[in-house]
């Protein structure tokens, strides 16, 4: 008896091994068309003069989007839509324009979100933070009632940040409501939308997040090993949402999962 509960406790590490590896090896969904020079895509994509908008470009997602979209010079013109003012320094940031809405009457903010060509939402908080009223508020009325803003407002190609395993008929609430979201935006019709689902986000965050940091230092050892199968650094993750929009895509909805968001992430790193 104890030799049989004995072998089966060695073979659980081998076990977990097997499933880490068969997550960093499984196939990747399929991609969108992988272009040899990035710096191409991107000259072609600045002749359009396409315009942007950023929802929650003071979080970790958000932020390093902008960094990225200011750095690239991508869009003709890039709005951020916060509750709050961000205060730029950097003469990188001097044109982008800053509208200051309230979320509770986003109704009266309609013509922030005008005239913007494709739209990032980063916006989200934690039950944890707000309590299981205002996460739902957040993920998911603050994010849906934007999109349709948008929607009216011209905006043509939708990037919605949600999550690994969201799933609309999940028991889990954070998950519920993130594949609950993720259905209700595609059912808006967008020209392109594209859902990002990362796993745990790395980044160096300020705020204290217990749970979210034991799962990073737990993850760290993890990732070192198996770097796509449960988390993705914050860096990747936004060159992926550029890469992609700076491609053409004949997918009106795209749904990318960790793994791909690592490759598409990686595009500068393994061009040439
Ligand atoms: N953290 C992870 O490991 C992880 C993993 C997978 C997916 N995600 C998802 O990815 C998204 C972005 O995550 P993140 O960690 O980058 O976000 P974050 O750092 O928490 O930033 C969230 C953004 O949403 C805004 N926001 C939060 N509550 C708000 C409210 N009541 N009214 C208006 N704006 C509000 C914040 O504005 P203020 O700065 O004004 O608060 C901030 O700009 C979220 O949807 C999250 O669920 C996160």
């Not at 003012?85 to 044109?95: G, I, N, R, S, V």
């Not at 993750?237 to 550029?242: D, P, T």
Request: proline share 3%.
């Amino acid at each position: 008896m104890w030799g049989f509960w004995g072998a089966a406790a060695g073979s659980l590490p081998l076990l977990i091994a097997g499933i880490l590896f068969h997550l960093e090896h499984s196939p990747t969904v399929e991609l969108p068309r992988m272009a040899k020079d990035i710096q191409a895509q991107d000259e072609a994509f600045r002749s359009m003069n396409r315009t942007c908008f950023i929802l929650g470009a003071t979080g970790e997602t958000g932020k390093e989007l902008l960094k990225e979209i200011v750095g690239r010079r991508l869009f003709s013109k890039v709005t951020v839509i916060g509750r709050r003012k961000l205060p730029f320094q950097d003469e990188t940031y001097e044109d982008v324009v800053q509208e200051v809405v309230d979320f509770e009457k986003l109704e009266d903010h309609a013509a922030a979100f005008q005239g913007h060509d494709v739209g990032f939402c980063c916006l989200g908080t934690t039950k944890a933070k707000s309590g299981e009223a205002g996460f739902i508020r957040v993920d998911h009325d603050y994010v849906l009632k934007s999109a349709q803003l948008a929607k009216a407002g011209g905006c043509k190609h939708f990037n919605l940040e949600s999550t690994k395993g969201a799933d609309k008929r999940s028991s889990f609430l954070y998950l519920r409501v993130k594949g609950e979201v993720e259905a209700e935006v595609e059912e808006l019709d967008f020209e392109r939308y594209s859902i990002f689902r990362p796993a745990v986000l790395l980044c160096d965050r300020q705020e204290s997040r217990p749970a979210e940091w034991i799962a990073r230092k737990m993850l760290a050892p993890v990732s070192y090993v198996f770097p796509t199968a449960f988390s993705v650094p914050v860096s990747t993750l936004v060159k992926a949402m550029l890469n992609n929009a700076v491609f053409q895509s004949d997918k009106k909805t795209e749904l990318l999962e960790n793994k791909a968001i690592h490759s598409l992430g990686k595009l500068q790193e393994t061009k040439g």
